[in-house]
């Protein structure tokens, strides 16, 4: 095979369309080719990231003149193990994912949604539950690991042999019906998605905890192979009013009107709350 800065533009082209339906190889490969490889937490279906984000790697691609590849993750199993490896060069993911990438291989921080994140906890008002302890060893409804929301929710039980039997819900809805089933004795939801809950959706349930912390929200990084020179027009490129059109979807989804700029002060440290699951514990 001849080397990668023999290959013609149609036959480079070719090679990564294949490599792209190889997952963790079409990261991998491509890097060697000076393609910046985008990717973002799978909350969607790799359908769905493709329409939502494919207009920010092309929108990317014409401002640095350098192709940006968005490679979505068929699960967080996949997912998770690309961000072990640091296969991604630019990604957009909740903060503790952030976070841990920061630590562990030195990304930067260069965009953000607005705005802060809380849990709350709702809990059947049929149950004599009074102490968020006494959640231990009992079903709450939860958004699967890793969840920001759940794993700060996990986090309030620092002893693994006394932690409450999360019920995976698909979202927040599904965890609110998961409770009122009775399949759990309450769940773990978003403080704004709660409050703006109507009377009919709340019956039979209660708010019992709101969290104490708050954390930032999903924030675009890249990795340490992205040159100081290239990460700063990625910043302003995300940061510009030019931003809104491709970013529409995705501002769209978040409910937020613009991109803006992070600190490393906010984020710092939060990758301990990926501390319980495999690949990330040791950090």
Same mark, same amino acid.
């Given at each position: ?9 149609? #036959? ?30 799978? #909350?969607? #279906? ?39 490896? %640091? ?8 903060? !503790? ?5 920061? /630590? ?28 968020l302890k006494r959640l231990a060893g009992k079903r709450v409804c939860a958004v699967g690991s890793p969840n920001l929301l759940t794993l700060g929710f996990i986090d ?53 905890? #709101?969290? =104490?912390?708050?954390?930032? !929200? ?8 992205? %040159?100081?020179?290239?990460?700063? /027009? ?6 510009? %009013? ?9 501002? =769209? ?18 990758? !301990? ?11």
């Open positions: 095979m001849k080397q990668p800065d023999k290959l013609s533009w149609i #036959t480079l082209t070719a090679c990564l369309l294949t490599l792209l339906s190889a997952g963790v190889s079409a990261a991998s490969a491509a890097n060697n080719r000076g393609v910046i490889i985008f990717s973002t937490a799978p #909350t969607q #279906t790799p359908k769905a990231t493709r329409k939502r984000y494919q207009p920010i790697a092309d929108y990317l691609s014409r401002v640095l003149k350098r192709r940006v590849v968005l490679v979505p993750a068929e699960n967080f199993i996949e997912y998770s193990q690309n961000i072990i490896e %640091d296969k991604y060069d630019l990604v957009f993911d909740g903060p !503790h994912f952030a976070a841990w990438r920061m /630590k562990k291989y030195n990304h930067s921080l260069v965009a953000k949604l607005p705005g802060k994140l809380r849990f709350v906890v709702v809990i059947r008002e049929d149950t004599h539950v009074k102490n309030l039980f620092p002893n693994p042999a006394a932690v409450p039997v999360i019920m995976n819900s698909k979202n927040f809805n599904a965890a609110i019906k998961c409770a009122k089933q009775h399949i759990g004795i309450a769940a773990v939801v978003r403080d704004k998605f709660w409050l703006k809950k109507p009377p009919k959706v709340k019956a039979g349930l209660k708010l019992f905890y #709101t969290s =104490k912390v708050t954390w930032p !929200h999903r924030v675009f990084t890249t990795s340490a192979r992205i %040159d100081a020179q290239t990460r700063q /027009k990625i910043a302003e490129a995300l940061l510009s %009013d030019k931003a809104r059109g491709p970013a529409r979807l995705v501002l =769209k989804q978040f409910k937020a009107k613009r991109f803006v700029r992070p600190t490393e002060a906010e984020y710092k440290g939060l990758g !301990h709350l990926l501390r319980a699951i495999w690949g990330f514990h040791e950090q």
